[in-house]
Structures are given as structure tokens and as C-alpha cells.
């Protein structure tokens, strides 16, 4: 009498289970988003004015608590799936967005006189963050040496130390919070290690932050373009100003975010891909394309003219940094770089070195040949299914990255 019960459970036992649902990215992680789209405009328009190499550094270390904020968020909203998209979840999202909404409003200050409104902005929103990791499923609210602790009760710190500080003492503690932040998570890599992370959300996530900043090159492009008079020279460098954007994309979501997903879901070491690959080579892809938004816009400014300011030799050197970006995560996913990214990002350095020789339109050009070449040749490489060409790094190197 029991046998068709058997055949039942037998035949729910043999069949196949589906997969979970991928998390998708939710519209209120898109809303959050716009707030680091500001973000963005701002550094690249405090950089479009920066003197020398000095100041400009000094921005990047305001964009460093930026990157990190929202990069903290990203892995939290990874982490609590569909609470992300409920009630509480969005109001912990949106407070988050009002920190990094004031850090940007402060950017212009940020060493002046809105010191204390920067520092002020990235303590709560840090100290939002870590409150968030301990109250999700799998947090506590003990306090471990852990990324989000050690950013909340250290770098934090000092950041508000140092906006009471003046000059030289500032830079020192907001640059000493900057690398606290950056070294965090390769020190402490095995807060990630218990972590089920969302291979499909993540580098979607992360994707739409390039095109955040993509989406700047394309401001300043078209915002440049509208209020000057156009002219021949003008209009040749708008053309070759939106075919370098064109490439940029196509150099990243072409090939670089399919590898980088592809690493994700088969290494057994995800948080070493999440810290090496997503963490710090998107870091290094933002802010290349930061530099190269100012670049662009001085190309539409000055197109026949030598560069003689910071701004304005900004083009070569950041398509350079982006793809270096390339080498360094592929050689942290599959511990080789390709051939062809080095010898671009190579010869990308070498025009940066002549750049200041040059008029703006022919850097440009120069660039962008680099930038075709390198695209056609990885499709003929892709197409004919020959094998990539790999710069492999030394036995010791290699070794300690497989660990």
C-alpha cells in the first residue's frame, strides 16, 4: 500500500533541481547610484582645474572614501539579496546616499573651508555601513577586525582628525585613512572568506559604475562641445572623442567583464577576486576614465594646441592606466596578462611621454589608433580561436597569487 507513495518520493528525488533565481540589480541600488554619478562630475571638474600634479592628488584621495563607500555597499547589497529591495533595506540604502550626497557637495572645499562637512559625511556613512553588516544575516555585533570595523572606528577617525587639522596635517591624516582603507581588504581577506557572494549581481554592479563614469566622458564631450563654437579642427576632435569612448567600452564590456564574471563563478578564492579584480582594478578603470573625461574636454577646448597644463595631458597617460587595469586583473584571475594589453598600455606611455610635444588632436589620434588596434586585433584573435599571447609573470609570483 505504501509502493505509489515510494514511486512518488522517489520521482521528486530524481528531479532536477533549478538553480536560484540571479539577483538582479534593484531600482534602489540605481537611485543610489546617481548620487556617485555626482560624485564623479565633481572630482572630474575639480580635476579639470588642477594646477599641478600635487592637486591633483589631493582629489584622488577624496575619491578614494567615495570608491570605498560605495564599493562597501555594493558587497552589503550583494549580501542581503532581496532585503535590499524591502522597506527597511531602502531606507538603509538611501541614508547611505544622503553621506555620499554631502561628501560630493564637499568635494570643491574639501581643503578649504567644507572640511569638516567631508570627514563628517564618510564617518556616518561608514558607521552606517558596519551597523548594516552586523545587522544582516550572518553579521555580529561584536567587534571583529574586519574591513567594515577597521574603516568604521579607524579611518573613519581619522578623517574627522584630520579636518580639524590645517595643510600638510590634513593631507597627512586623510592620506593615512586613504591606505588604511586600501590595504583593509587585502589584509584582511578572510572577512569575505564565510560570504556567499552573488556571481551575477556583483559584476553587473560593478559594470554600471563604469558606465557611471563613462557616462562623465560623455558629459564633459558634449558639455564642452555646446558651449564653444565649432569649427573644423573642433569638430574632428569631437569625432575622435567619442570614438575613444566607444573603444573604451567595448575594451571593457567586450571582453573584460565576461572574463571577470567567468573568474568569479569558478575560482575557488572569490574573495580574492572580489578584493583583486572588482575592489581594486575597477578602482584603477574609474579612475583612468576620470582623467580621461578631462583630457577629452580640453582636446574639444584646445584641439591644435600644444598642451601645456596638467588637464590637458591627461588623455594618453589615462587610457595608458586603463589598461594597465586589464593586466593587473587578468594576472590576479589567471596569473598571466595578454600580450596585446601590455604593449598598448606600453605604447599609450610612450605617447604620454611625447603628448607635451604634440597638438591636443594628434595625442588624440594617436590614441585612438592604439585603441583600434588593440580591439581588432583581440577579435581576429578571438574569431580565428587562436590562443592569447600572455605576458606570464615569475614562478615565485605566480605561485603566491595561486595560494
Known amino acids: 500500500m505504501d509502493q505509489p ?5 522517489d520521482s521528486v528525488a530524481d528531479a532536477p533541481i533549478e538553480p536560484p533565481p540571479e539577483q538582479r540589480v534593484a531600482w534602489a541600488e540605481l537611485f543610489f547610484d546617481l548620487i556617485w554619478v555626482f560624485a564623479v562630475t565633481q572630482i572630474a571638474t575639480a580635476l579639470a582645474g588642477a594646477h599641478d600634479i600635487g592637486e591633483a592628488a589631493r582629489l584622488l584621495l577624496l575619491f578614494m572614501p567615495l570608491w570605498w563607500g560605495w564599493v562597501g555597499t555594493t558587497l552589503l547589497a550583494n549580501r542581503a539579496g532581496a532585503l535590499v529591495d524591502q522597506a527597511l533595506g531602502r531606507v538603509a540604502l538611501f541614508s547611505v546616499a544622503g553621506c555620499g550626497l554631502l561628501m560630493s557637495v564637499a568635494v570643491g572645499g574639501a581643503f578649504d573651508d567644507r572640511a569638516l562637512v567631508f570627514a563628517a559625511g564618510y564617518v556616518v ?9 552586523c545587522r544582516l544575516p550572518g553579521g555580529s555585533a561584536r567587534l571583529r577586525l574586519e574591513p567594515f570595523a577597521v574603516a568604521a572606528f579607524v579611518a573613519a577617525p581619522l578623517f574627522l582628525l584630520g579636518a580639524f587639522l590645517e ?8 592620506t593615512a585613512a586613504a591606505l588604511i582603507e586600501l ?9 569575505l572568506n564565510h560570504v556567499r557572494i552573488e556571481t551575477a549581481h556583483l559584476p553587473e554592479r560593478f559594470g554600471l559604475f563604469l558606465i557611471i563614469a563613462l557616462g562623465e566622458t560623455v558629459v564633459a564631450v558634449g558639455g564642452q562641445a555646446a558651449g564653444i563654437d565649432l569649427d573644423g579642427p573642433t569638430y574632428a576632435a569631437f569625432a575622435l572623442a567619442f570614438l575613444i569612448i566607444v573603444l573604451l567600452w567595448w575594451t571593457y564590456f567586450h571582453y573584460g567583464a565576461p572574463a571577470a564574471r567567468h573568474s568569479l563563478e569558478h575560482s575557488p578564492e572569490q574573495a580574492r577576486i572580489v578584493t583583486d579584480v572588482f575592489s581594486y582594478a575597477h578602482l584603477i578603470y574609474v579612475t583612468a576614465i576620470i582623467a580621461i573625461a578631462v583630457g577629452l574636454k580640453k582636446l574639444l577646448a584646445y584641439p591644435l594646441s600644444v598642451p601645456h597644463s596638467l588637464p590637458e595631458l591627461l588623455l594618453a597617460p589615462g587610457v595608458a592606466l586603463y589598461l594597465f587595469g586589464f593586466c593587473y586583473a587578468r594576472w590576479r584571475m589567471f596569473g598571466a596578462a595578454t600580450v596585446q594589453r601590455a604593449a598598448a598600455a606600453a605604447a599609450c606611455c610612450a605617447i604620454a611621454v611625447a603628448a607635451p610635444l604634440l597638438p591636443a588632436l594628434a595625442t588624440a589620434m594617436l590614441v585612438l589608433a592604439v585603441l583600434l ?3 581588432g586585433y583581440e577579435a581576429w584573435i578571438v574569431t580565428t580561436h587562436r590562443p592569447l599571447p600572455l605576458l606570464r609573470l615569475p614562478r615565485i609570483v605566480r605561485r603566491e597569487t595561486q595560494r
Open 167 to 174: 595643510g600638510p596635517g590634513r593631507i597627512a591624516a586623510w
Open 183 to 191: 590595504i583593509a581588504p587585502r589584509v584582511l581577506p578572510a572577512s
Open 125 to 133: 556613512l561608514r558607521l552606517l555601513l558596519w551597523v548594516i553588516s
Open 5 to 9: 507513495a515510494l514511486d512518488g518520493a
Open 373 to 375: 588596434a588593440l580591439n
